[in-house]
């Protein structure tokens, strides 16, 4: 992991800052590491996590599975 100092930071943008990390309930340091990843198109979080929050947002899939009535096939170990 890298370290990044910002001197002279505006006070405006700071409180910005402060207001959005407050809204997304994190500090402001983890509020600008989640721009600074999203400015560097990184995915805040895994994608199967954010796909199955979105699906159930919506109320989620029903997904009728029909039962298998196929045998295996034989394991050929030539």
Known sequence: MSTLTI???DERTHAWLRGRAAEHGRS????????LDAAGN???RNFLLSLHASMAEGGGVNLEVTPRTDQPRPLELS
Do not use: S
């Not at 402001?28 to 721009?35: D, G, K, L, N, T």
């Open 28 to 35: 402001v340091e983890a509020e600008v590491r989640a721009i």
């Open 7 to 9: 001197r002279k930071l």
């Open 42 to 44: 990184r995915p805040e």
